[in-house]
T-cell receptor, first 115, second 110 residues
């Protein structure tokens, strides 16, 4: 079954304590992306990756890091979390335009609370 | 990148057809129009995508006029389970990022 998995699904942490949210996809997709969703602001892109070792900033990259060492994994790293990073986070992957796979697949979401 | 504008909310009743219109005045030649559906606390789910004219799948239809400055998502005979937020996106054909707007919150009533 094609899927994007995220872990953890729920996380409560404190300001300044480094954390990593993992994302993995089993579709051999080249494109992966991280979004955060906040009430009234919709989904905003944090970072995206067009392939292994190729990453770029989205609209709200401040306070986040990513890495893409393998095609299937795209972890989101918060080096020093702050309360304004409390949000619902989604990872997504996309097969690209070459084979006309037009769908972005989204993970189930990670609800992060930073105290 | 093309900006989209869609109604904030809509109400309907079971069995009715729902049409949600999205405007994207500065759409570029290589851009595609894509719609997603999102239920609370779940990731968005792809519904339909088109470039021009009309596209239909088992879930919805997408109408795109010749100038492509707007598009209309049509949901036939909605049910309570169609209550969700619907996002209209304009996606560059070469793809590097998706821009989600605030979406349209559809409420289907019995």
């Amino acid at each position: 079954e094609a899927q994007v998995t995220q872990n953890p699904r729920y996380l409560i942490t404190v300001t300044g304590k480094k954390l990593t949210v993992t994302c993995s996809q089993n579709m051999n997709h080249e494109y992966m992306s991280w979004y955060r969703q906040d009430p009234g602001l919709g989904l905003r892109q944090i970072y995206y990756s067009m392939n292994v070792e190729v990453t770029d900033k989205g609209d709200v990259p401040e306070g986040y890091k990513v890495s893409r060492k393998e095609k299937r994994n795209f972890p989101l790293i918060l080096e020093s979390p702050s309360p304004n990073q409390t949000s619902l986070y989604f990872c997504a992957s996309f097969g690209g335009w070459e084979d006309r796979t037009d769908t972005q697949y989204f993970g189930p979401g990670t609800r992060l609370t930073v105290l | 990148l093309a900006k989209t504008t869609q109604p904030i909310s809509m109400d309907s009743y079971e069995g009715q057809e729902v049409n949600i219109t999205c405007s994207h005045n500065n759409i570029a030649t290589n851009d595609y129009i894509t719609w997603y559906q999102q239920f609370p606390s779940q990731g968005p789910r792809f519904i339909i995508q088109g470039y021009k004219t009309k596209v239909t799948n088992e879930v919805a239809s997408l109408f795109i006029p010749a100038d492509r400055k707007s598009s209309t998502l049509s949901l036939p005979r909605v049910s309570l389970s169609d209550t969700a937020v619907y996002y209209c996106l304009v996606v560059y054909g070469g793809y590097n990022k998706l821009i989600f707007g605030a979406g349209t919150r559809l409420a289907v009533h019995p």
